[in-house]
């Protein structure tokens, strides 16, 4: 097993009765300002001997005791007579069963080994290493106990595990119950080798628990001797601090480092807080950097089609000029088409991609030239409505110039010019029949008589 040479610890503090109300405030941590433990493992604290009310029991039992030998001493001077020190003794009551002394009549016993000794049992972040240290105090439970009852018996009252601390160990009381030399029951620490010297309890705890392969702590008493026998200033006395003095230290110390780490906890959440604080900053600027660059996105994309629907109203405006594009009506109203000259020419693919790029322009040059088309060609159907119906009058009036002439011919030459009469009469229907298809009323109302030059006379043949 190693053990890295790690010491058994063994502590000694003397107890007196008034304390064990404390002791179990402690134990039962209902007075634990100053300590560091953790509260989710305090159940796994346990009793290793006596019961839950073995303090009450002590403090009965040491009463019971102060109180028998009041009666034994009172029963005495009554048998002797004493009247004067009876008096005297139930004025100052009984008295308490130990010889007055610095450390009190009782003793705790701590018993634990360094933190990292349980924790080398196993690696402590996997299930595997909590058990192995797990089985490791288990062990080093089992040898405590046998230590504590080999060496002091019965007169251990108590002795629990503490596991929710940072150290597993382990607390032990001990009642060292005795008789003086008059058979009166007192108290007598000094009953017990391991007391009367503490190097002695140092010794034997060693060889106890080098079954867990611990060792002995530093013999530091030993050393001082063999130190000041050869003449020389030996190192200079450990001085033991009570216990409850130690932990007050201990709290006191981890308390500062608490109201440290709290200091530090708060100044990182200020600068926290200021990062947090530039970072929304950094990001509504970088909100409002983005919408701007959008806004200026979407006015370069409007700028865009602008000049893409300006192009290709000019695009088709080139086309129409030069006969690649033409101007055909549908339902939706005139559309622009590419003329067999813009198929055949390589020029009009540039204009016809140029037009594509935009709907709208499309759209747009459709309407604007759409319009000035029916315009033109309106005024080109008034035109030619005007000079047709000028010719129409000017061929009326030769028809009725050559009816007069004819009219003077004689019968044979009048019947000779029947068939040229006739296809110039032809002529004449067809032209008003023009006329009136494009919406036209007959000229001149009865001016499109067609009869023949021998119309007064319909049966001369």
Known sequence: MTTNNHPIVLRFEGLRPEQLSRFELHRLRKQMYGYEFEPRRTRFN??????DTWAKEALAEIDGMRMENFATELTKLTKRKR??????????????????????????????????????????????????????EKHFEDLAIGWLTYNFGEDMVHARADRDEKTYHIHAVILPRGEDQHGRPMLIPSKHDAIRSYEHAQDIAGIWFAQAG??????????????????????????????WKWRQEVATELWSERIELNARSSDLDARETALFEAESAVNADTAKVQARSDAVGARETVAQDMVDEADSVLAAAEGLAEDYFELKENANGPRLAVTETGKASGSAKTLIQRVAKSKKGRRRAEGIFGRVWSTMRTRARGEAKEKLIEEFDQIETTREALMDIVKELPPAIRQNLGTTWKAVAKQVVSLQQLLLKRGHSAVDGGRSDTTSPDGPKPDEK
């Open 46 to 51: 346990k009793l290793l001997i006596g019961s």
């Open 83 to 136: 009247i004067g020190e009876i008096k005297k003794r139930m004025i100052e009551g009984p008295k308490d069963p130990w010889r007055p002394s610095k450390h009190g009549p009782m003793r705790e016993v701590i018993i634990t080994a360094h933190a990292d000794w349980f924790a080398a049992a196993g690696d402590q972040s996997t299930w595997r290493g909590m058990m192995a240290k797990r089985r490791r």
């Open 214 to 243: 611990l060792v002995r702590g530093e013999a530091r008493a030993f050393a001082s001797r063999q130190t000041r026998a050869a003449g020389m200033k030996g190192p200079d006395p450990v001085e033991h601090k009570p216990t």
